[in-house]
């Protein structure tokens, strides 16, 4: 009579073997970091950054040359829409 522990059952099939043995890896050492990397840190460049974007953009609409007439674009004008784009995009 056959052991009920030693019978498989349908799902208790092997699917895949091992062909090598199990090898340690040895990994290198992380460089050293003057601090550890913080949200407020990660704010703050994203904050700048956008604001960066956004002056560069209200500088470059005010310019003559993004005007048809090449009239300059009142320096508000040219804020609101470098704020509306840098938002969207």
Same mark, same amino acid.
């Given at each position: 009579m056959d052991n009920p522990r030693s019978r498989r059952l349908p799902g208790n099939r092997i699917v895949r073997r091992r062909l090598?043995?199990?090898? !340690? !890896?040895?990994?290198?050492?992380?460089?050293?970091?003057?601090?550890?990397?913080?949200?407020?840190?990660?704010?703050?460049?994203?904050?700048?950054?956008?604001?960066l974007l956004v002056l560069l953009g209200a500088i470059l609409l005010a310019l003559?040359?993004?005007?048809?007439?090449?009239?300059?674009?009142?320096?508000?004008?040219?804020l609101f829409t470098a704020v509306s784009a840098a938002a969207v995009t």
């Open positions: 090598d043995a199990t090898q !340690i !890896i040895s990994l290198p050492k992380p460089p050293n970091r003057s601090s550890a990397p913080h949200v407020s840190t990660h704010a703050k460049r994203f904050v700048l950054a956008f604001t003559p040359v993004t005007t048809e007439g090449g009239d300059a674009t009142a320096p508000v004008d040219a």
